[in-house]
């Protein structure tokens, strides 16, 4: 797999994710046809973070916030969600039931 293309169709992807939802980093990597590829697509993500790309809106599987350290702050992340309407579990993972998305094709 060629990484800079893995990377675009990464960044394709989270561009599409709207305002108010997440997508998981599986999500995201079986929708690319790289469905054992989770973890590369966190390494796209944390070369983007600065690109304007929505990167807040990628989450683990269970909806914890791994990403969060690579952004201006531990909470920032967070912030981005909630301000967008994402609600979170009492145990701080974002609730996957209301606010998950999934690309086109892959329901």
């Not at 980093?25 to 590829?37: F, L, N």
């Not at 992340?77 to 609600?87: K, Y």
Request: neutral net charge.
């Amino acid at each position: 797999m060629a990484t800079s293309s893995f990377f675009d169709r990464v960044y394709d992807v989270v561009a599409q994710i709207p305002a108010g939802r997440v997508a998981t980093y599986g999500d995201i990597a079986e929708a690319v046809g790289q469905r054992s590829a989770a973890r590369t697509v966190g390494w796209a993500l944390k070369a983007a973070v600065d690109s304007g790309l929505p990167c807040h809106r990628v989450v683990n599987r269970h909806g914890a916030l791994t990403g969060k350290r690579h952004f201006p702050s531990p909470t920032f992340m967070e912030e981005c969600l909630r301000s967008e309407g994402v609600t979170f579990t009492d145990d701080g993972r974002v609730d996957l039931e209301q606010h998950r998305w999934t690309p086109e094709g892959l329901r």
